[in-house]
Nanobody, 121 residues
Framework: QVQLVNSGGGLVQAGGSLRLSCAASGRDVSGTTMAWYRQGPGNQRELVAALPSVGITNYAESVKGRFTIARDNAKNTVYLQMNSLKPEDTAVYYC???????????????WGQGTQVTVSS
């Protein structure tokens, strides 16, 4: 079992920055794909960024050039650096670990509790 704890959300003005953290415990997640998702008001959950242990990092088009996902394997932690924030980035952000194919799409076995990010205009 893996437990994920999100932190770092808050209220920020448009153009500002925040860094989200996701600390994993229970076992080493350095060999798994880690990701950040978000769900805004009235919206479906969407992938923000996915970071495999090897291979190419994926970003949603809407955050490319502004957000950066990174991991610190020594701390068993993944981060999401968010710059040039926009009001449309307002959402609850969730980290996820251990991607798998469920027969129809990729899913993740473990999820954090979510952290609120609110960007004011």
């Amino acid at each position: 079992q893996v437990q994920l704890v999100n932190s770092g959300g808050g209220l920020v003005q448009a153009g500002g920055s925040l860094r989200l953290s996701c600390a994993a415990s229970g076992r080493d997640v350095s060999g798994t794909t880690m990701a950040w998702y978000r769900q805004g008001p009235g919206n479906q959950r969407e992938l923000v960024a996915a970071l495999p242990s090897v291979g190419i990092t994926n970003y949603a088009e809407s955050v490319k050039g502004r957000f950066t996902i990174a991991r610190d394997n020594a701390k068993n932690t993944v981060y999401l650096q968010m710059n040039s924030l926009k009001p449309e980035d307002t959402a609850v952000y969730y980290c996820a670990a251990e991607r798998f194919w469920n027969g129809r799409s990729f899913d993740y076995r473990y999820w954090g509790q979510g952290t609120q990010v609110t960007v004011s205009s």
